[in-house]
């Protein structure tokens, strides 16, 4: 649970989150709370680098990245946190660099390997928050599986071509295998647009601040759909699945 603690600020904090703490909704105990929190992003590609970028800025205390991928030229169309310099760097050293250049104020712990059934234990603990920045349907069933049993509350973001999509599970909402009970067909490898994972990565790192301070309403039950080719954003509901073998029965 994130601690809600009396903050001393330094100089450099007031003047850096001025405008946000000027929010009423956020203030300087939601300020707080986001410093005290740790957040898991785990992926350091597109949707990664949109959502690590405006956590960082926005102040959260902590911050791990899981990568076990390295720089290509390919990457650089989309991946905003790294540069042509880092082709053939980590992905979680090259994000590291650039989050920390941004705001020194925030711990960013890298780990560069993928994320699985081994390791996901140990990086889940004591995380507030998880951001699923992956990029395929196995990676993201497993996040929703293992996060559901532990009770950690996730951003779940996807795109594909010139579409995107997000959802937030919390305990006792409806879970990314209710909407989908099992992977889709794969679609030919196509784009993505680099606009879209920013756009997406964005709502990602909003959804994330939203929940550790307590303010507005998540996209819980609801999957956000966006064509940045149409330029059309629809909100569809889901319930929850009684059947869903995740947690139908929780």
Request: net charge negative; aromatic share 8%.
């Amino acid at each position: 649970m994130i601690q809600d603690i009396t903050t001393e600020w330094s100089d450099d904090e007031l003047q850096r989150y001025q405008r946000q703490m000027l929010l009423p909704e956020i203030g300087e105990r939601g300020q707080s709370l986001l410093r005290s929190a740790h957040l898991l992003v785990i992926g350091a590609g597109a949707l990664g680098s949109a959502a690590a970028y405006y956590l960082t800025a926005a102040g959260i205390g902590r911050l791990t990245i899981v990568d076990g991928d390295r720089v290509d030229y390919s990457n650089l169309q989309r991946q905003i946190l790294h540069s042509t310099a880092d082709v053939g760097r980590l992905k979680v050293e090259s994000a590291r660099d650039k989050l920390t250049a941004l705001n020194p104020n925030v711990t960013i712990e890298t780990v560069a390997e993928m994320f699985d059934r081994d390791n996901a234990a140990s990086l889940l603990c004591d995380v507030d928050f998880v951001i699923d920045a992956t990029d395929n349907y196995e990676a993201k069933f497993l996040i929703n599986d293992i996060c559901v049993a532990a009770g950690i509350p996730f951003s779940h973001g996807a795109i594909s071509r010139f579409c995107g999509q997000a959802t937030t599970w919390v305990k006792g909402s409806p879970c990314y295998r209710c909407l989908f009970p099992a992977p889709p067909a794969k679609e030919p490898f196509a784009g993505p647009f680099g606009a879209v994972p920013g756009v997406v990565g964005s709502i990602q790192a909003a959804e994330a601040i939203k929940f550790v301070t307590g303010v507005g309403e998540l996209l819980t039950g609801r999957l956000l759909t966006i064509d940045l080719l149409t330029m059309r954003f629809a909100t569809i509901a889901f319930p929850r699945d009684r059947a869903c073998k995740c947690c139908g029965g929780q």
